[in-house]
Protein backbone atom coordinates (compact mmCIF):
# COMPACT_ATOMS: atom_id res chain seq x y z
CA UNK A 1 0.00 0.00 0.00
CA UNK A 2 1.20 3.18 -0.82
CA UNK A 3 1.45 5.43 2.20
CA UNK A 4 0.23 9.11 0.68
CA UNK A 5 -1.98 7.30 -2.06
CA UNK A 6 -5.07 10.46 -1.12
CA UNK A 7 -7.68 7.27 -2.22
CA UNK A 8 -6.85 5.49 0.92
CA UNK A 9 -7.53 8.76 3.10
CA UNK A 10 -10.65 9.66 1.26
CA UNK A 11 -13.37 7.73 -0.39
CA UNK A 12 -14.21 8.99 -3.53
CA UNK A 13 -17.19 11.61 -3.46
CA UNK A 14 -18.36 10.71 -6.77
CA UNK A 15 -19.99 7.70 -8.96
CA UNK A 16 -18.23 6.53 -12.13
CA UNK A 17 -19.99 8.57 -14.91
CA UNK A 18 -22.01 6.70 -16.64
CA UNK A 19 -21.72 8.50 -19.97
CA UNK A 20 -17.96 8.00 -19.61
CA UNK A 21 -16.12 5.77 -22.11
CA UNK A 22 -13.24 3.15 -21.49
CA UNK A 23 -9.95 5.49 -21.72
CA UNK A 24 -8.30 3.44 -24.70
CA UNK A 25 -11.51 4.42 -26.35
CA UNK A 26 -11.35 7.61 -25.39
CA UNK A 27 -7.60 7.76 -26.48
CA UNK A 28 -7.96 6.02 -29.75
CA UNK A 29 -10.83 8.12 -31.19
CA UNK A 30 -8.49 11.78 -30.58
CA UNK A 31 -5.52 10.11 -31.75
CA UNK A 32 -7.74 9.11 -35.20
CA UNK A 33 -9.76 12.25 -35.07
CA UNK A 34 -7.42 15.03 -33.46
CA UNK A 35 -4.72 17.00 -34.63
CA UNK A 36 -1.30 15.98 -32.55
CA UNK A 37 -1.79 17.75 -29.65
CA UNK A 38 0.58 17.74 -26.71
CA UNK A 39 0.32 14.62 -24.46
CA UNK A 40 -1.38 12.44 -23.29
CA UNK A 41 0.62 13.33 -20.19
CA UNK A 42 0.98 10.27 -18.94
CA UNK A 43 2.13 6.53 -20.17
CA UNK A 44 -0.85 5.58 -19.48
CA UNK A 45 -3.09 8.27 -20.61
CA UNK A 46 -5.38 9.62 -17.77
CA UNK A 47 -8.94 10.63 -18.18
CA UNK A 48 -10.60 13.10 -16.23
CA UNK A 49 -14.44 13.89 -16.26
CA UNK A 50 -15.51 15.86 -12.76
CA UNK A 51 -13.76 18.78 -11.06
CA UNK A 52 -14.83 19.91 -7.72
CA UNK A 53 -12.98 22.57 -6.43
CA UNK A 54 -9.06 21.29 -6.05
CA UNK A 55 -10.26 17.78 -6.72
CA UNK A 56 -11.04 16.12 -9.89
CA UNK A 57 -12.00 12.91 -10.54
CA UNK A 58 -11.13 10.05 -13.23
CA UNK A 59 -13.87 7.97 -15.38
CA UNK A 60 -13.39 5.07 -12.28
CA UNK A 61 -14.45 7.67 -9.68
CA UNK A 62 -10.57 8.26 -8.47
CA UNK A 63 -10.03 11.30 -6.97
CA UNK A 64 -6.65 13.80 -7.38
CA UNK A 65 -6.07 16.63 -6.19
CA UNK A 66 -5.30 18.89 -8.86
CA UNK A 67 -1.87 20.81 -8.43
CA UNK A 68 -1.69 21.51 -12.13
CA UNK A 69 -5.22 23.43 -12.75
CA UNK A 70 -5.31 22.59 -16.30
CA UNK A 71 -2.32 24.63 -16.76
CA UNK A 72 -2.83 27.63 -13.93
CA UNK A 73 -6.17 28.14 -15.36
CA UNK A 74 -8.84 26.41 -12.85
CA UNK A 75 -8.32 29.57 -10.09
CA UNK A 76 -10.94 29.54 -7.91
CA UNK A 77 -11.93 26.21 -7.57
CA UNK A 78 -13.45 23.53 -10.36
CA UNK A 79 -17.04 23.99 -10.76
CA UNK A 80 -17.25 26.95 -8.12
CA UNK A 81 -21.04 27.43 -7.17
CA UNK A 82 -20.85 30.97 -7.23
CA UNK A 83 -19.35 30.78 -10.85
CA UNK A 84 -21.45 28.07 -11.93
CA UNK A 85 -24.55 30.49 -10.62
CA UNK A 86 -23.14 33.63 -12.20
CA UNK A 87 -22.59 31.76 -15.78
CA UNK A 88 -26.21 30.35 -15.99
CA UNK A 89 -28.21 33.18 -14.57
CA UNK A 90 -26.26 35.31 -17.89
CA UNK A 91 -26.69 32.42 -20.34
CA UNK A 92 -30.62 31.91 -19.66
CA UNK A 93 -30.68 35.75 -19.77
CA UNK A 94 -29.05 36.26 -22.90
CA UNK A 95 -26.05 34.29 -24.37
CA UNK A 96 -24.70 35.79 -26.91
CA UNK A 97 -24.69 39.76 -28.40
CA UNK A 98 -22.01 41.66 -30.31
CA UNK A 99 -19.80 44.74 -28.61
CA UNK A 100 -21.69 46.80 -31.60
CA UNK A 101 -24.65 47.18 -28.84
CA UNK A 102 -24.38 48.62 -25.51
CA UNK A 103 -24.70 45.87 -22.45
CA UNK A 104 -24.17 46.90 -18.90
CA UNK A 105 -21.72 44.17 -18.69
CA UNK A 106 -18.70 45.14 -20.37
CA UNK A 107 -18.00 48.34 -18.93
CA UNK A 108 -18.50 47.36 -15.23
CA UNK A 109 -15.91 44.32 -15.62
CA UNK A 110 -13.93 46.82 -17.65
CA UNK A 111 -13.58 48.92 -15.03
CA UNK A 112 -13.05 46.77 -11.85
CA UNK A 113 -10.78 44.82 -13.87
CA UNK A 114 -8.72 48.38 -14.68
CA UNK A 115 -8.93 49.08 -10.66
CA UNK A 116 -6.73 46.09 -9.80
CA UNK A 117 -4.36 47.31 -12.24
CA UNK A 118 -3.91 50.09 -11.05
CA UNK A 119 -2.05 49.18 -8.24
CA UNK A 120 0.71 47.92 -10.49
CA UNK A 121 -0.10 51.57 -12.35
CA UNK A 122 -1.85 54.10 -11.52
CA UNK A 123 -3.01 55.54 -15.11
CA UNK A 124 -4.36 51.79 -16.14
CA UNK A 125 -7.80 52.71 -17.48
CA UNK A 126 -9.26 50.90 -20.57
CA UNK A 127 -9.63 47.00 -21.41
CA UNK A 128 -10.48 44.57 -24.24
CA UNK A 129 -11.42 41.82 -23.91
CA UNK A 130 -10.50 38.72 -25.85
CA UNK A 131 -10.62 34.94 -25.94
CA UNK A 132 -7.49 33.82 -25.36
CA UNK A 133 -3.39 34.48 -23.85
CA UNK A 134 -2.39 34.39 -27.43
CA UNK A 135 -5.06 36.70 -29.12
CA UNK A 136 -4.71 39.19 -25.69
CA UNK A 137 -0.75 39.03 -26.79
CA UNK A 138 -1.19 39.66 -30.21
CA UNK A 139 -3.39 42.72 -29.78
CA UNK A 140 -0.75 44.17 -27.21
CA UNK A 141 1.65 44.31 -29.54
CA UNK A 142 -0.21 45.79 -32.15
CA UNK A 143 -0.96 48.67 -29.96
CA UNK A 144 2.49 48.93 -29.18
CA UNK A 145 3.32 48.93 -32.77
CA UNK A 146 0.68 51.90 -33.18
CA UNK A 147 1.80 53.80 -30.30
CA UNK A 148 5.56 53.78 -30.62
CA UNK A 149 5.86 53.62 -34.81
CA UNK A 150 8.37 51.03 -34.02
CA UNK A 151 7.85 47.12 -34.86
CA UNK A 152 11.17 45.85 -33.08
CA UNK A 153 10.25 43.74 -29.84
CA UNK A 154 12.18 42.43 -27.58
CA UNK A 155 11.16 39.25 -25.49
CA UNK A 156 12.86 36.96 -23.08
CA UNK A 157 14.69 33.30 -24.22
CA UNK A 158 13.10 30.73 -22.66
CA UNK A 159 9.52 32.35 -22.53
CA UNK A 160 6.14 31.53 -23.71
CA UNK A 161 3.64 34.06 -24.98
CA UNK A 162 1.24 31.93 -27.04
CA UNK A 163 0.48 29.95 -30.65
CA UNK A 164 -0.56 33.13 -32.78
CA UNK A 165 1.96 34.27 -35.07
CA UNK A 166 2.93 37.21 -33.46
CA UNK A 167 3.17 35.24 -29.99
CA UNK A 168 4.85 32.19 -30.84
CA UNK A 169 7.33 34.53 -32.77
CA UNK A 170 8.19 35.99 -29.11
CA UNK A 171 8.54 32.51 -27.50
CA UNK A 172 11.78 31.66 -27.08
CA UNK A 173 11.44 28.00 -26.74
CA UNK A 174 12.63 25.60 -29.74
CA UNK A 175 9.82 23.22 -29.10
CA UNK A 176 6.91 25.63 -29.72
CA UNK A 177 8.74 27.44 -33.21
CA UNK A 178 7.37 26.02 -35.94
CA UNK A 179 9.56 26.32 -38.85
CA UNK A 180 7.97 29.23 -40.22
CA UNK A 181 8.22 33.02 -41.33
CA UNK A 182 7.14 35.17 -38.05
CA UNK A 183 6.31 38.23 -38.12
CA UNK A 184 9.94 40.19 -38.09
CA UNK A 185 11.37 42.28 -35.61
CA UNK A 186 11.59 40.09 -32.24
CA UNK A 187 14.91 39.96 -30.65
CA UNK A 188 16.01 37.94 -27.28
CA UNK A 189 17.52 39.05 -24.30
CA UNK A 190 18.81 36.47 -21.53
CA UNK A 191 16.54 35.41 -19.17
CA UNK A 192 17.42 35.97 -15.46
CA UNK A 193 17.37 32.11 -15.01
CA UNK A 194 19.41 31.86 -11.72
CA UNK A 195 20.25 28.85 -10.72
CA UNK A 196 21.93 28.00 -14.38
CA UNK A 197 23.88 31.37 -13.82
CA UNK A 198 27.79 30.82 -14.70
CA UNK A 199 29.54 29.34 -11.57
CA UNK A 200 31.38 31.85 -9.34
CA UNK A 201 28.58 34.64 -10.15
CA UNK A 202 26.28 35.62 -7.33
CA UNK A 203 22.82 36.03 -8.46
CA UNK A 204 22.58 40.07 -7.96
CA UNK A 205 25.67 39.86 -9.89
CA UNK A 206 24.04 37.86 -12.67
CA UNK A 207 20.55 39.67 -12.75
CA UNK A 208 22.93 42.75 -13.75
CA UNK A 209 24.42 40.60 -16.46
CA UNK A 210 21.04 40.15 -17.91
CA UNK A 211 20.34 43.58 -17.60
CA UNK A 212 23.26 44.48 -19.01
CA UNK A 213 22.66 41.38 -22.07
CA UNK A 214 19.16 43.21 -22.39
CA UNK A 215 21.09 46.88 -23.24
CA UNK A 216 23.24 45.11 -25.51
CA UNK A 217 20.57 43.24 -27.55
CA UNK A 218 18.84 46.64 -27.97
CA UNK A 219 22.19 47.99 -29.34
CA UNK A 220 22.93 45.36 -31.67
CA UNK A 221 19.92 43.52 -32.59
CA UNK A 222 17.54 46.80 -32.94
CA UNK A 223 17.42 50.37 -34.08
CA UNK A 224 17.71 51.53 -30.86
CA UNK A 225 14.16 52.57 -30.52
CA UNK A 226 12.16 49.61 -29.60
CA UNK A 227 8.19 49.13 -29.65
CA UNK A 228 8.14 46.69 -26.20
CA UNK A 229 9.49 44.26 -24.04
CA UNK A 230 7.23 41.19 -23.62
CA UNK A 231 7.95 39.32 -20.49
CA UNK A 232 6.63 37.36 -17.34
CA UNK A 233 6.80 38.25 -14.54
CA UNK A 234 7.75 34.54 -13.51
CA UNK A 235 8.04 32.44 -16.73
CA UNK A 236 5.81 29.29 -17.10
CA UNK A 237 5.92 27.16 -19.28
CA UNK A 238 9.67 27.86 -19.43
CA UNK A 239 10.33 26.17 -15.42
CA UNK A 240 8.91 28.56 -13.22
CA UNK A 241 11.85 31.09 -13.85
CA UNK A 242 11.70 33.50 -10.96
CA UNK A 243 14.24 36.46 -11.35
CA UNK A 244 15.78 38.25 -9.03
CA UNK A 245 14.26 41.28 -7.31
CA UNK A 246 17.18 43.54 -9.37
CA UNK A 247 16.07 42.25 -12.72
CA UNK A 248 13.17 43.46 -13.74
CA UNK A 249 13.77 47.20 -12.53
CA UNK A 250 17.55 47.48 -14.08
CA UNK A 251 15.25 46.02 -17.50
CA UNK A 252 12.40 48.83 -17.21
CA UNK A 253 14.98 51.33 -17.21
CA UNK A 254 16.47 49.62 -20.35
CA UNK A 255 13.34 49.80 -22.19
CA UNK A 256 12.38 53.16 -21.49
CA UNK A 257 15.38 54.53 -22.09
CA UNK A 258 14.78 52.63 -25.93
CA UNK A 259 11.36 54.32 -26.08
CA UNK A 260 9.81 51.29 -25.34
CA UNK A 261 6.29 49.88 -23.58
CA UNK A 262 6.91 47.02 -20.67
CA UNK A 263 4.26 44.69 -21.63
CA UNK A 264 3.57 42.48 -18.59
CA UNK A 265 2.40 38.70 -19.43
CA UNK A 266 0.04 37.82 -16.35
CA UNK A 267 -1.77 35.02 -18.39
CA UNK A 268 -0.05 32.69 -15.56
CA UNK A 269 0.88 35.38 -12.83
CA UNK A 270 -2.29 37.04 -12.78
CA UNK A 271 -4.97 36.60 -10.58
CA UNK A 272 -3.19 36.31 -7.78
CA UNK A 273 -1.27 33.31 -8.41
CA UNK A 274 1.57 34.67 -6.68
CA UNK A 275 0.35 35.47 -3.88
CA UNK A 276 -1.41 38.45 -1.96
CA UNK A 277 -0.77 40.60 -5.07
CA UNK A 278 -3.66 40.43 -8.20
CA UNK A 279 -0.40 41.00 -10.85
CA UNK A 280 2.91 39.30 -10.71
CA UNK A 281 4.83 42.09 -11.95
CA UNK A 282 3.89 44.01 -8.55
CA UNK A 283 6.48 42.03 -6.95
CA UNK A 284 9.09 44.02 -9.05
CA UNK A 285 8.22 47.01 -8.28
CA UNK A 286 8.12 48.32 -11.99
CA UNK A 287 4.90 50.30 -13.88
CA UNK A 288 3.90 47.97 -16.68
CA UNK A 289 2.42 49.95 -19.79
CA UNK A 290 0.28 47.08 -21.02
CA UNK A 291 -0.92 43.76 -19.12
CA UNK A 292 -2.09 40.93 -20.93
CA UNK A 293 -4.59 38.10 -18.75
CA UNK A 294 -5.62 34.61 -19.75
CA UNK A 295 -5.87 31.53 -18.26
CA UNK A 296 -7.05 31.98 -14.34
CA UNK A 297 -9.33 35.04 -15.22
CA UNK A 298 -12.24 32.93 -16.51
CA UNK A 299 -11.30 30.18 -14.29
CA UNK A 300 -11.67 27.71 -17.37
CA UNK A 301 -14.12 30.23 -19.10
CA UNK A 302 -12.67 31.62 -22.39
CA UNK A 303 -11.32 35.17 -22.03
CA UNK A 304 -8.27 37.02 -22.45
CA UNK A 305 -7.64 40.68 -21.25
CA UNK A 306 -6.19 43.92 -22.21
CA UNK A 307 -5.23 46.54 -19.69
CA UNK A 308 -3.66 49.47 -20.45
CA UNK A 309 -3.82 53.56 -20.29
CA UNK A 310 -5.91 56.02 -22.16
CA UNK A 311 -3.71 57.43 -23.96
CA UNK A 312 -1.99 54.05 -24.92
CA UNK A 313 -5.08 52.46 -25.70
CA UNK A 314 -5.91 55.45 -28.28
CA UNK A 315 -3.17 54.34 -30.89
CA UNK A 316 -5.80 52.55 -32.23
CA UNK A 317 -8.42 54.94 -32.92
CA UNK A 318 -9.53 55.05 -36.27
CA UNK A 319 -9.34 51.61 -37.42
CA UNK A 320 -11.30 48.83 -36.33
CA UNK A 321 -10.48 46.28 -33.98
CA UNK A 322 -13.02 44.11 -32.88
CA UNK A 323 -13.53 40.31 -31.48
CA UNK A 324 -16.53 38.16 -31.75
CA UNK A 325 -16.15 36.80 -28.59
CA UNK A 326 -14.63 39.28 -26.41
CA UNK A 327 -16.66 41.09 -24.22
CA UNK A 328 -19.27 39.03 -23.90
CA UNK A 329 -22.34 39.37 -21.33
CA UNK A 330 -21.11 35.23 -20.18
CA UNK A 331 -17.24 35.89 -20.67
CA UNK A 332 -17.91 39.11 -18.18
CA UNK A 333 -20.44 37.12 -15.75
CA UNK A 334 -17.82 34.25 -15.78
CA UNK A 335 -14.25 36.47 -14.88
CA UNK A 336 -16.87 38.96 -12.64
CA UNK A 337 -17.99 35.54 -10.50
CA UNK A 338 -14.23 35.13 -10.51
CA UNK A 339 -13.42 38.04 -8.94
CA UNK A 340 -16.00 37.71 -6.39
CA UNK A 341 -14.40 34.68 -5.31
CA UNK A 342 -11.03 35.91 -5.23
CA UNK A 343 -12.48 38.62 -3.04
CA UNK A 344 -14.43 36.85 -0.86
CA UNK A 345 -12.23 33.76 -0.09
CA UNK A 346 -9.57 36.11 -0.09
CA UNK A 347 -7.65 33.75 -2.28
CA UNK A 348 -4.81 35.99 -3.65
CA UNK A 349 -3.64 35.96 0.54
CA UNK A 350 -4.43 32.21 0.65
CA UNK A 351 -1.82 31.46 -2.38
CA UNK A 352 0.72 33.50 -0.43
CA UNK A 353 -0.20 31.94 2.73
CA UNK A 354 -0.36 27.70 1.81
CA UNK A 355 2.14 28.26 -1.16
CA UNK A 356 4.77 29.66 1.05
CA UNK A 357 4.22 26.70 3.66
CA UNK A 358 4.67 24.37 0.30
CA UNK A 359 7.92 26.53 -1.48
CA UNK A 360 9.04 25.59 2.71
CA UNK A 361 8.47 21.85 2.13
CA UNK A 362 9.76 21.99 -0.97
CA UNK A 363 13.22 23.83 -0.38
CA UNK A 364 13.67 20.93 2.09
CA UNK A 365 13.42 18.54 -0.79
CA UNK A 366 15.98 20.12 -2.47
CA UNK A 367 18.57 20.19 0.71
CA UNK A 368 17.53 16.54 1.09
CA UNK A 369 17.09 14.89 -2.71
CA UNK A 370 20.00 14.40 -4.81
CA UNK A 371 17.68 15.62 -7.87
CA UNK A 372 16.37 18.29 -6.41
CA UNK A 373 18.58 21.22 -7.84
CA UNK A 374 16.17 24.01 -6.66
CA UNK A 375 12.85 24.35 -5.93
CA UNK A 376 11.28 27.89 -6.41
CA UNK A 377 8.68 30.24 -6.95
CA UNK A 378 6.72 32.39 -5.45
CA UNK A 379 2.52 31.67 -4.01
CA UNK A 380 1.18 29.01 -6.10
CA UNK A 381 3.49 28.90 -8.98
CA UNK A 382 6.32 26.67 -8.04
CA UNK A 383 8.66 24.55 -9.70
CA UNK A 384 10.65 21.79 -8.84
CA UNK A 385 14.11 21.10 -11.52
CA UNK A 386 14.87 17.97 -11.14
CA UNK A 387 18.45 17.47 -12.47
CA UNK A 388 20.56 14.18 -12.68
CA UNK A 389 23.73 15.51 -10.42
CA UNK A 390 23.78 18.48 -8.69
CA UNK A 391 27.38 19.28 -9.63
CA UNK A 392 27.02 19.10 -12.81
CA UNK A 393 23.29 20.23 -13.05
CA UNK A 394 22.42 18.06 -16.18
CA UNK A 395 18.55 18.22 -16.41
CA UNK A 396 17.10 15.10 -15.68
CA UNK A 397 13.87 15.04 -18.07
CA UNK A 398 13.44 10.93 -17.79
CA UNK A 399 13.24 11.22 -13.88
CA UNK A 400 10.02 14.00 -14.27
CA UNK A 401 8.44 12.27 -16.53
CA UNK A 402 8.87 9.62 -14.02
CA UNK A 403 7.71 11.58 -11.42
CA UNK A 404 4.22 12.54 -13.15
CA UNK A 405 3.62 9.09 -13.39
CA UNK A 406 4.52 8.35 -10.07
CA UNK A 407 3.00 11.19 -8.63
CA UNK A 408 -0.93 10.78 -10.40
CA UNK A 409 -0.29 7.13 -9.13
CA UNK A 410 -0.79 8.44 -5.86
CA UNK A 411 -3.61 10.69 -6.45
CA UNK A 412 -1.65 13.97 -7.45
CA UNK A 413 -1.73 15.84 -10.51
CA UNK A 414 1.19 17.52 -10.99
CA UNK A 415 2.89 19.36 -14.98
CA UNK A 416 6.33 19.68 -16.25
CA UNK A 417 8.17 22.37 -18.43
CA UNK A 418 10.96 24.21 -18.97
CA UNK A 419 13.43 23.89 -22.35
CA UNK A 420 14.62 20.21 -21.23
CA UNK A 421 10.87 18.90 -19.70
CA UNK A 422 12.51 18.59 -16.39
CA UNK A 423 11.14 21.00 -14.36
CA UNK A 424 7.70 19.87 -12.42
CA UNK A 425 5.37 22.85 -12.66
CA UNK A 426 3.08 23.43 -9.35
CA UNK A 427 0.17 25.67 -10.01
CA UNK A 428 -2.69 24.80 -8.24
CA UNK A 429 -6.31 26.48 -7.46
CA UNK A 430 -5.80 28.79 -5.27
CA UNK A 431 -8.30 27.32 -2.96
CA UNK A 432 -5.55 24.83 -1.76
CA UNK A 433 -5.78 23.94 1.93
CA UNK A 434 -2.86 23.41 4.37
CA UNK A 435 -3.21 19.85 4.57
CA UNK A 436 -3.50 19.51 0.28
CA UNK A 437 -0.11 21.51 0.78
CA UNK A 438 1.26 18.99 2.91
CA UNK A 439 -0.11 15.93 0.87
CA UNK A 440 1.72 17.34 -2.47
CA UNK A 441 5.20 17.51 -0.68
CA UNK A 442 4.52 14.30 1.29
CA UNK A 443 3.87 12.80 -2.32
CA UNK A 444 6.47 14.29 -3.96
CA UNK A 445 9.30 13.37 -1.14
CA UNK A 446 7.45 9.72 -1.12
CA UNK A 447 8.44 9.42 -5.12
CA UNK A 448 12.04 11.28 -5.02
CA UNK A 449 12.92 8.62 -2.07
CA UNK A 450 11.81 5.64 -4.38
CA UNK A 451 13.39 6.83 -7.77
C1 LIG B 1 2.57 33.24 -20.20
C2 LIG B 1 1.61 32.79 -21.26
N1 LIG B 1 1.24 33.66 -22.21
C3 LIG B 1 0.37 33.31 -23.16
C4 LIG B 1 -0.15 32.05 -23.23
C5 LIG B 1 -1.11 31.69 -24.31
O1 LIG B 1 -2.40 31.61 -23.79
P1 LIG B 1 -3.54 30.81 -24.58
O2 LIG B 1 -3.18 29.38 -24.56
O3 LIG B 1 -4.80 31.15 -23.81
O4 LIG B 1 -3.59 31.38 -25.96
C6 LIG B 1 0.20 31.12 -22.26
C7 LIG B 1 -0.35 29.75 -22.30
O5 LIG B 1 0.13 28.83 -21.67
C8 LIG B 1 1.11 31.49 -21.24
O6 LIG B 1 1.51 30.62 -20.32
Redo the contacts with the bound molecule.
Keep these: MKKTAIAEKEKPDTKPQAQAFATEAVAALREKHVMPLPGPMYSKPLQIVKGRGQFVFDEKGRKYLDAFAG ?2 TVSIGHCHPHWLAKIEEQMREYFHTTALYLHPSLGIFAKRLADKAKAANPDMDVCFFTN ?4 A ?1 ELAAMIAKNYTGSHEFIALRHA ?4 TMM ?1 MALTGQSSWRHSMPYPFGVSFAKANYSYRRPSGMTPKQFAALCVEDLEDTIKTSTSGKIAAFFA ?1 PIN ?2 GGVITPEPEYFPGAYAAVKKAGGLFIA ?1 E ?2 TGVGRTGNDFFGIQKWKVKPDII ?1 M ?2 GLGNGYPI ?1 AVITTRKIADAIKGKSHYNTFGGSPVQMAAAGAVLDVLESERLPENAAKIGGHLLARLKKLEENSPFVGEARGMGLMLGVELVKDKGSKEPAPELAAKMLDMTKDRGLLIGKGGISGNVLRIKPPLCLTKADADFVADTLAECLGAL
Design positions: VASGSENYHGRAEGVDVQTAKG
